[in-house]
């Protein structure tokens, strides 16, 4: 009898694709929506890796443009109020918000360092927003696939026990396709989790980095106006 059950476990197909297709409706749309989130988190992370990679370098091109010697008035001129690069959006905003601050007699606007830092933070707090993009789809994947999955299998374990109960029988060939099945689902769930949370705190890591050289840029940038409005002042 042994012989006979193992012999009918065999001619089993528990390739993924055949697990897949003998898998109930419910798990089959677990798995797709797991399989739907690897996916888009792959192309986020991706994305965000090129992302931070090309951030990393304009700031490193910049930062030799600026600290280059020319004056600041010419290095503005060449970049453009609108330039493609993140740190020359916001050198951009501070020089605009400079220019503005400069009264038809020469002379300056009052506020003219508070409104440059602000103007400097909201631009970094634009490009925050763009860095960080997509993090959050990648932190909810992570904290949630697992549990996805694991709703997957205990819906497959259920139909497995159901299936027990109906053909009275709790040998190899018919337990095993549908415990296979449902642990699929977990599998599927860790799958789409571990790279996402592994990327995820890579990716903010870096994020942070690029930001707090923004930053510090930004704080460099305004002391030199400021030595400038105490010139003028003087």
Request: proline share 3%; charged share 20%.
């Amino acid at each position: 009898m042994e012989t006979d059950t193992l012999a009918a476990a065999q001619q089993i197909d528990f390739s993924l694709l055949a697990l897949f297709l003998r898998a109930t409706f419910t798990v089959k749309i677990v798995m797709l929506v797991l399989i739907a989130a690897s996916f888009w988190s792959w192309a986020i992370i991706i994305q965000k890796t090129l992302d931070m990679r090309r951030a990393r370098e304009e700031a490193r091109a910049f930062d030799a443009d600026f600290w280059s010697g020319e004056p600041l008035d010419t290095v503005y001129d060449r970049v453009g109020p609108e330039p493609p690069g993140a740190a020359a959006r916001i050198f951009a905003a501070g020089m605009t918000e400079w220019r503005r601050s400069h009264r038809k007699d020469g002379g300056l606007i009052a506020g003219t360092q508070a409104r440059i830092e602000r103007a400097m933070n909201v631009a970094i707090g634009r490009e925050a927003d763009e860095l960080n993009r997509g993090l959050t789809f990648l932190a909810t994947v992570g904290s949630i696939a697992p549990f996805v999955g694991l709703f997957g299998t205990v819906w497959g374990i259920k139909h497995a026990f159901e299936e027990i109960a109906l053909q009275q029988s709790t040998n190899l060939a018919v337990v095993a396709p549908g415990i296979a099945e449902a642990l699929l689902a977990t599998g599927l769930g860790l799958l789409a989790a571990i790279p996402a949370v592994i990327f995820f705190n890579k990716l903010n890591q870096d994020s942070d980095a690029v930001l707090g050289g923004y930053e510090g840029f930004a704080d460099e940038f305004a002391m030199i106006l400021s030595r400038q409005l105490d010139k003028a002042g003087a």
